[in-house]
């Protein structure tokens, strides 16, 4: 009987001692992150910092040091009540509307509603040139909600097959497309990191634009793969749609976010969208995350024409070979080529 009691005892100091020592690898390796992706003393001062982070760290856990700073108990309590400070003031960063942003980004999208008329301020037109230089150019534009006549998803594809960047573009019966973005909100000279993405880095912004601006500079300034998939969606629900983006830009202009690689993307957001104004559950899936795989899980739920497989699609889908010489297009024409040889989306 001693002796299972021993042996439990000892099964259960080996278990603590063991989640102590991951969560001290865990929260040492997230807050030496959170310091590089923060600097708070600057790009020197906080790799000292994190140096003397994990110094200590290993000296908690006993690795290549033999003593402690005060005691291996004292020394536990204080790095705790150092990672609970960090972690205090993490959350405590509020997201802010008074950059100096990227002019990109500058500026927010407002609108004024009548009924199914709407006119939206700030739409991006730029004009885009080889170098990626361009003309700064926002306008408004009136739209009737009774005219949309199908949704586009299109994914650009920046870093391989698995990750891409999520656009939704809305056809009109009687004008230009136009097409919502969901970015981060860059600061003048700052680059986008997909790790700085976890740790508060970049406040959300949303894009509305005109399909020459944000398309073409994916496609034929940054040199990304873009695809282009009609989607099947039914009027109703795709009115709903455009006013979910134009509450989005009312909670924006309201109280700003930060974006978050994981949970508040490009392609996690639209999905929060479009579950809300389903009249089905739709089903969480790795496709969300993985978002180069995004069409694929269109395809499974039906919303692509089924006529094709997706080998067909994403060959049909690739706008990269018709768009190559179209700087000299017009923004209609540049969209209808966009759109050439594929079916056109079903809003019945």
């Given amino acids: 009987m001693q002796g299972r009691e021993y042996i439990s005892k000892h099964w259960s100091l080996w278990l603590l001692g063991s989640l102590f ?22 790009k020197i001062g906080s790799l000292i910092l994190i140096g003397v982070w994990l ?9 290549y040091f033999t003593r402690h700073l005060i005691s291996r108990k004292a020394d536990s309590i204080l790095y705790l009540l150092v990672f609970l400070f960090c972690l205090l003031g993490y959350f405590s960063l509020q997201a802010r509307q008074d950059r100096e942003w990227n002019p990109e980004v500058a500026q927010l999208l407002h609108y004024e509603q009548q009924g199914n008329q709407v006119t939206l301020h700030n739409i991006r037109n730029f004009d885009w040139q080889a170098d990626g230089r361009y003309i700064e150019r926002w306008e408004s534009r009136s739209f009737d909600l009774n ?31 136009l097409t919502f973005s969901i970015e981060i909100r860059k600061e003048k000279h700052e680059e986008f990191s997909a ?12 894009v509305a634009s005109d399909e020459k601006d944000i398309v073409y500079t994916r496609s034929n300034i940054r040199g ?12 109703a629900q795709a009115k709903a749609l455009f006013k979910e983006y134009l509450a989005q830009a009312d909670e924006l202009a309201r ?6 690689t994981l949970t508040s993307n490009c392609t996690t957001l639209v999905f929060d969208m479009v579950q809300a104004v389903s009249q089905q559950q739709l089903p969480s899936d790795y496709r969300l995350l993985a ?23 994403y060959q049909r889908a690739h706008v990269n ?20 040889g594929l079916p056109a989306p079903q809003t019945h």
């Fill in 291 to 313: 978002s180069g795989y995004l069409p694929n899980y269109l395809y499974d739920l039906k919303v692509l024409d089924q006529s094709w497989d997706m080998h067909t699609w």
């Fill in 55 to 63: 110094t200590f760290s290993l000296l908690v856990l006993g690795i």
């Fill in 224 to 235: 990304e793969q873009v695809y282009f998939f009609p989607v099947n969606m039914p009027q």
């Fill in 321 to 340: 070979p018709r768009v190559k010489q179209s700087a000299d297009l017009s923004s209609q024409e540049y969209s209808q080529r966009l759109r050439q």
């Fill in 195 to 206: 790790i700085g993405g976890f740790f508060r880095k970049y406040e959300l912004s949303l």
């Fill in 147 to 177: 005219q949309i006549s199908g949704v586009n998803i299109i994914t650009s594809y920046w870093m391989g097959p698995k990750i891409a960047h999520t656009l939704v573009s809305f056809d009109f019966a009687n004008q230009k497309p």
């Fill in 21 to 42: 020592t991951l969560f001290i690898i865990l929260s040492s390796l997230w807050l030496s992150l959170m310091l590089w992706v923060q600097q708070p003393l600057g």
């Fill in 255 to 260: 109280e700003p976010k930060w974006y978050n």
